[in-house]
């Protein structure tokens, strides 16, 4: 049992971000300024996404919205804001596999 407990736990955020369900998937979404970064895990473990994957994000930020397009780059999916991002900030995140929706996720992050 305890076994099972400290597996259940490998989908923590390890790069203070949020980690939520992506369809098959769970994403880690990191914003820091104006970098958007997208950690894609699949069965509780890290993975580099496939070039075929792709994300698309809907930054709510101080009431106002932009889209940052995330395209793949070593172990993550990696997209820049327009502006930098700070405070409260909401996303609602679709993955895509092959330009083919695979998930969508909402997350609310504490950008410092």
């Given at each position: 049992l305890f076994a099972f407990a400290v597996s259940a736990q490998a989908d923590e955020a390890k790069h203070g971000g949020q980690v939520k369900k992506i369809g098959s998937y769970e994403g880690e979404l990191v914003v820091k300024g104006s970098d958007v970064h997208l950690y894609v895990i699949k069965d509780h473990k890290p993975m580099?996404?496939?070039?075929?994957m792709s994300a698309n994000v809907r930054l709510f930020v101080n009431n106002a919205e932009s889209t940052v397009e995330l395209k793949p780059q070593g172990d993550k999916l990696v997209g820049k804001a327009a502006s930098p991002a700070t405070g409260n900030v909401r996303a609602m995140t679709t993955l895509a596999d092959g330009g083919k929706e695979v998930g969508k996720a909402q997350y609310s992050l504490n950008v410092k």
């Open positions: 580099n996404p496939a070039a075929s």
